[in-house]
Every structure is written in C-alpha cells, then in structure tokens.
C-alpha cells in the first residue's frame, strides 16, 4: 500500500499546492476514483496489469513533491506495471518505489543509448504480495536475419517472467520510436510482436506486449502490425491526453485458453489532480520554476500553458490496464476427472 506518513513533512495547510493538506485531498480524490473505476470491481481470482508511459522520468523540469504522491498512487492500484521513458537518473524511480510501500519492487534496463534510444529505460513495477518473479529476464536481441534496415529495435524491449496464483506469463514492454516513418514503426512492432508470437507458442506460456506503441489510429498500419503477429489486441481508445492517438496497448497470447480477459481500462487523471479549476492555484509555483529556467521569462499565457505543464508533473499519456483471470483450478480439476471417465 502506498506510504502516506511523509506527507506530514510538508508545510501544514490545504489551500496551496504543496501543503500537506493540498496533497492529502488530491490523494483522496484519486483515491476515491481508482476505487471506482478499479478496485471495487475487481474479481478475487484475477491479475490487473498496468503500463504507463511517465513522460522522462525524470530528466526534464524536476517534479513536485506532490506529483510523486499522485503518480505512486495510481501504480499502487495495479498488481504490476510496466514503465516507459525513465531517464538516466535512477534517483526518482527509488523515490517512487519508496512512496509505494515495502510490498514493492522493480526491475529497470540499462541506458539505451544513441538517437533512437532518446537515453530512456524502462522497467517493472510488481506487487509482491501479488505477483512472483520467476528468475527469467532480459532484453529482446533480433537476429541477423530480422534486423530492421540493418538495426536492432531502436529501444530494446525489455521481458520478464512472473506467476501469480496458476498463472505464469512473461511480460515484454517495449517504446516503438517515434517520426514520420510510420513503416519503420510497423516495421518494429511487426518484428517484435512475431518473435513474441512464436515464443508462446513454443513455450506454451501466455506473453504481454505492452507500453507505447505509438500507434496513431486502429486502422492505421502500425496496428495492423500489431493484430497481424495474433495478439489479442483490447481497445482502449486514445491515450494521449489530446484525446486522439492510439499509442499505448497491452496486447496478449492465448485469449479464451490461456488468458482470460475479465476488464480493460484507462484511467484518466485529470479529474482528481492538476485538475483545470486549479490552474489559478498553480501559476506562481510554475513561474518560479518554468520549463527553461534559463531563459529568465515568465510564461506569456499561462492559460494555454497550463494542460502541458501539467504533464511534465504527471504525464502526456494515460495510464492503461487489463484485469485477467489466474485461477484455473476448477478447469484443471475438470480435466483430470473427465480423462479419469474415458
């Protein structure tokens, strides 16, 4: 469960971001909404897992205190999620997992490096009272004969094995590179999505592509890519905060057999934190700060300003989820008395 007993440390009050008070609402107000929208109606015998894209976490503007409350929050409402766009500093992923209590743990990559790479890693976040690593983990290497132009993928995914209660998966995120080749991007997914494809069925495990995608529209041919390897592939509809891009996506093997799909979602925290009213409440916070504080110049217009510094506290995509079902007891025991009546 995430860990509440810092936010005593900051000044007392609620009627300015940064006060203890102003935070301990906006965690009740998040509260209140993943409650809704995730925990109240999760089954007993299933698995929610997350994926996230935390814009350069955190390389760029540093962050508030009291985003990292709100972003620890969220994570904590999931079993397991999958994180894009860390930057170099490893320094504010340990704060975060502080933030999320002793029951959590991570695995992050290495730098990737080069243009391409946009020196990002990504990692796994899991619930240990939930989920169990089983030892397996890495990065996917292409061989020879599926290099992309002569290249590997831009930003290596990055896999692992987990169980929780009957259900063994192995989960790979990966960040397609974005630009105008939108072939390049089909190209990497493509590649990718059919490697992962041939190991489930030759491992006869269920395997979770997730993160971003960057996939523009569902007809588009970078999704087409994605289908085309045999995914399961749930719609999640837009999950840039701009309401008009397909880029995030878990997608799955054995749908029906293997893998049970119980609920899909998105959750959009705009309505509980950083909300629009509080637009006012925030303007002298970022004038001191600003995005290129070199620069010595307050924003000329904070009001159009505002929805995209938000998301250089929490971020510029959605955090998406899937709940699965992992108990197969009832089947399994099924099958063993029907082979027992033959």
């Not at 929050?73 to 933030?99: M, N, S, T, W």
């Not at 397996?136 to 929780?164: D, K, M, N, Y």
């Not at 609920?263 to 995005?291: H, L, N, T």
């Not at 998301?311 to 959605?318: F, K, Q, R």
């Amino acid at each position: 469960m995430a860990y509440y007993k810092s936010i005593r440390d900051y000044p007392p009050g609620r009627e300015a971001p940064g006060q203890s008070g102003w935070i301990a609402d906006g965690l009740l107000r998040l509260r209140a909404d993943l409650a809704e929208q995730i925990r109240d109606q999760r089954r007993d015998n299933s698995l929610i897992i997350g994926s996230w894209n935390i814009r350069a976490f955190d390389g760029g503007r540093s962050r508030l205190d009291e985003s990292y409350h709100y972003i620890a929050e969220i994570i904590d409402h999931f079993d397991i999620c999958a994180v894009q766009e860390i930057k170099p500093d490893l320094g504010p992923l340990k704060r975060l997992i502080g933030l999320m209590g002793d029951n959590w743990d991570y695995f992050v990559t290495d730098v990737t490096a080069g243009d391409g790479g946009n020196d990002e890693r990504m990692a796994f976040l899991y619930n240990r009272n939930r989920v169990v690593f089983r030892n397996l983990i890495g990065e996917v290497v292409l061989p020879r004969e599926a290099l992309i132009a002569g290249e590997q993928i831009a930003r290596s995914p990055f896999f692992a094995s987990f169980q929780a209660d009957w259900f063994r998966f192995t989960l790979c995120t990966a960040h397609i590179r974005f630009g105008d080749d939108l072939g390049l991007r089909a190209r990497e997914i493509s590649t990718l999505a059919s490697i992962l494809a041939d190991r489930a069925r030759a491992e006869g495990e269920v395997y979770v592509l997730l993160g971003d995608m960057n996939i523009e529209t569902s007809e588009d041919q970078m999704m087409a890519a994605l289908k085309g390897a045999g995914f399961h592939v749930p719609d999640f509809g837009a999950t840039n905060l701009g309401g008009d891009r397909l880029f995030d996506h878990i997608a799955f093997s054995g749908q029906g057999r293997e893998t049970r799909l119980l609920r899909q979602g998105k959750f959009d925290w705009r309505g509980s934190v950083f909300r629009p009213g509080d637009m006012a409440a925030y303007e002298e916070i970022a004038m001191a700060i600003r995005d290129r504080p070199d620069t010595g110049k307050p924003y000329s217009d904070w009001s159009r300003t505002y929805p995209t510094w938000t998301t250089h506290e929490m971020s510029d995509h959605l955090p998406i989820w899937i709940e699965i079902e992992v108990d197969y007891s009832d089947d399994f025991l099924r099958g063993i008395a029907e082979e027992a009546g033959t």
